[in-house]
């Protein structure tokens, strides 16, 4: 029996979620109270299960299933290796943390009927992350990417404003062409290799890849594109201001934290195990590409950070700084270098923590006070003092300072620069620091040294389950900061089986 | 070379289904009009992918033992299946979301939609 639980466990950390999700609206209409602890004990229940997964995967183990004993290339196959696990790891932690907070802060943003039905679309969002990260077959991919832009502009309509449906209808027409132009390029794919498992089609590119460079390159840029899509990189991104800024605040966490990372996450698994050579190849095709990577990246980077600073609206600020943060991990995607790659990976992390703290700790402001606007935040230092220390945390992370996990980052982004001989991109994060500064720092500057308005003095802290997720997360920016070593060890594993160097 | 496309062209037809879809969904200024657009460019690929799994000779994929038949490859086609399904959940979604953008705006295009909102600030 526990023989078996482990040898499917990768399975059953997928169906521990998904089943959770639908027994969410049965609980909504006949058990309300039963919603939260279910759907906090399936994601508790699937954290535990990657971390058990991961201790095998840092060793260098893959954990293979093949679903219903069907081997490939008949059979659907799921792997968790050590980027596998080093992503299910990042997605259940954040997600477990984020819907701690959502139990208190969900009853204050929706109609009371759309409670049970986000915890829905929140879970189903996350077990569709987690089946994206151990597929290994191209078309059970594409189900689980449709599955997740689905449940992610739920999660942005579930909040029944003007703004927020408008913004989940764009969401949902460009993740649509974004999925379309995937799917098509899964098409080309098929059609030169006649496989859909990611391993024997990196087999079989490599053998047609002088027959049908063409059709090769095509496919690679419409994955890209399709992704650079749904993960907004920078001239792509229209979609995510809107869709990030009305949603509700823990969707916010999600959608910014993880979600555009794992569409990241997507793209770099296929353009490094299954187009492999084609894209690190010297040809002029897969240079064209990884230059073409970097240069959105950089823009990216500098334009999602110049429109953070223009922004009046705390959470719209933040959602263009996810714009300017997706850019780091394009950025290590297309240097394909060691420590480029490291960096992407331990970004993905990293970021993951800082916005979903960010994030929380504006939503709790606005939980408590409603206060949205950047200038409306003076004194807010006094009246919620904790909430403001880890946005502090997150924002002194997000500019990279030393001893916070963003510097850790950064500084292997740097070095990847330097090995790459692309000091450009040494510059860039350089430059990106002082432009994260200059929209984060006043804030700060704001919130503990302006006084603010006479009659508001008393504090006004929020409810103590939605402070321990903020706080876990910003201790957390700063534990990784200081000590980022298990983190790289399954990072550096990850990258080691990515690409024989 | 142009007989080689003509005798493809299910191929050339599927890209330029896609490319209306995808200039439908970007360039018409009205929601229903992008959601058909999204339909165009999703049918567009399960064109690609049938006719990438079609044989003209050949005869439906059902094989019996010691009878040697080349038959159509049955894979895309059960893909394009999944596929049918994905796409109409996500016109249904869409759609819902258009029906209450009209109840909220008393319109369907985006721009007039964009004026009310600053109008309404």
């Given amino acids: 029996m526990m023989g078996s639980v482990t040898a499917n466990l990768p399975v059953l950390i997928v169906a521990v979620v998904l089943i959770a999700s639908y027994l969410m609206p049965l609980f909504a209409r006949y058990r309300r109270d039963w919603c939260a602890p279910t759907a906090a004990g399936a994601l508790v229940a699937a954290f535990a299960g990657s971390a058990a997964l991961a201790a095998r995967a840092v060793t260098g183990e893959v954990v293979i299933v093949h679903l219903g004993g069907w081997s490939p290339p008949w059979g659907i196959e799921v792997a968790v290796d050590a980027l596998t696990a080093f992503m299910l790891l990042v997605l259940t932690g954040v997600a477990m943390l984020i819907l701690v907070y959502t139990i208190s802060d969900i009853g204050h943003e929706l109609a009371a009927r759309a409670v049970g039905w986000y ?255 950047t200038v409306d935040l003076a004194g807010m230092g006094r009246r919620m003092p904790v909430t403001m220390a880890a946005f502090t945390i997150g924002a002194l992370a997000m500019i990279g300072l030393p001893l916070f996990n963003g510097f850790v980052s950064k500084w292997l982004l740097f070095v990847g620069g330097m090995q790459a001989r692309q000091p450009v991109v040494a510059g860039v994060i350089i430059l990106s620091a002082l432009l994260n500064a200059l929209y984060y720092l006043p804030i700060i500057w704001r919130a503990y040294f302006t006084p603010g308005p006479e009659q508001e003095e008393s504090q006004v802290e929020v409810p103590l389950p939605m402070l321990i997720p903020i706080g876990v997360l910003a201790l957390a920016c700063i534990l990784f900061g200081v000590w980022p070593a298990p983190a790289l060890a399954l990072v550096n594993q990850a990258v080691a089986t990515l690409v024989p160097w | 070379m142009l007989l080689r496309v003509l005798a493809n062209y299910p191929y050339l037809v599927a890209v330029v289904l896609f490319a209306i879809g995808f200039y439908t969904v970007l360039a018409r200024s009205n929601l229903i009009k992008k959601i058909i657009g999204i339909n165009i460019v999703q049918s567009a690929t399960f064109l690609f992918f049938i006719a990438s799994g079609n044989l003209r000779s050949g005869t439906p994929p059902i094989v019996e033992p010691g009878v040697a038949a080349t038959y159509v490859n049955p894979l895309p086609t059960a893909l394009m299946l999944t596929g049918i399904v994905v796409s109409v959940s996500v016109t249904a979604f869409a759609l819902a979301l258009a029906v209450k953008l009209y109840g909220y705006y008393g319109t369907l295009d985006p721009d007039r939609i964009a004026q009310l909102r600053t109008h309404r600030q």
């Fill in chain 1, 119 to 373: 915890y829905t679309s929140f879970l189903l969002l996350v077990a569709a992350m987690l089946g994206m990260a151990m597929a290994r077959d191209l078309f059970n991919l594409y189900v689980f990417i449709e599955v997740s832009s689905i449940g992610a502009c739920a999660l942005v309509a579930s909040r029944d404003t003007e703004e927020a449906t408008e913004a989940a209808f764009k969401y949902l027409m460009l993740a649509a062409l974004g999925s379309g132009l995937v799917l098509f390029s899964i098409g080309l794919l098929y059609q030169v290799t006649g496989n859909l498992n990611f391993a024997f089609v990196a087999e079989e590119l490599t053998l047609v890849y002088g027959r049908y460079p063409h059709v090769i390159w095509v496919a690679m840029c419409f994955m890209v594109v399709g992704f650079a899509v749904k993960a907004a990189l920078f001239p792509l991104h229209v979609w995510l201001p809107d869709a990030h800024s009305f949603a509700p605040s823990p969707s916010s966490a999600v959608l910014s934290g993880l979600v555009i990372k794992i569409y990241a996450y997507a793209m770099l698994r296929l353009l490094y195990t299954v187009f492999g050579t084609q894209f690190l190849g010297a040809d002029l095709a897969a240079s064209l590409i990884r230059v073409t990577l970097l240069t959105l990246a950089t823009l990216s980077i500098i334009g999602g950070s110049l429109f953070a600073l223009v922004q009046v609206d705390v959470k719209r600020m933040l959602a263009y700084s996810s714009v300017a943060q997706i850019g780091y991990v394009f950025l290590g995607v297309g240097l394909a270098t060691p420590s480029g790659l490291a960096a992407a990976l331990i970004h993905v992390l990293n970021h993951a923590l800082i916005k979903a703290c960010l994030f929380l700790a504006a939503g709790a402001i606005i939980y408590r006070t409603g206060k949205r606007r």
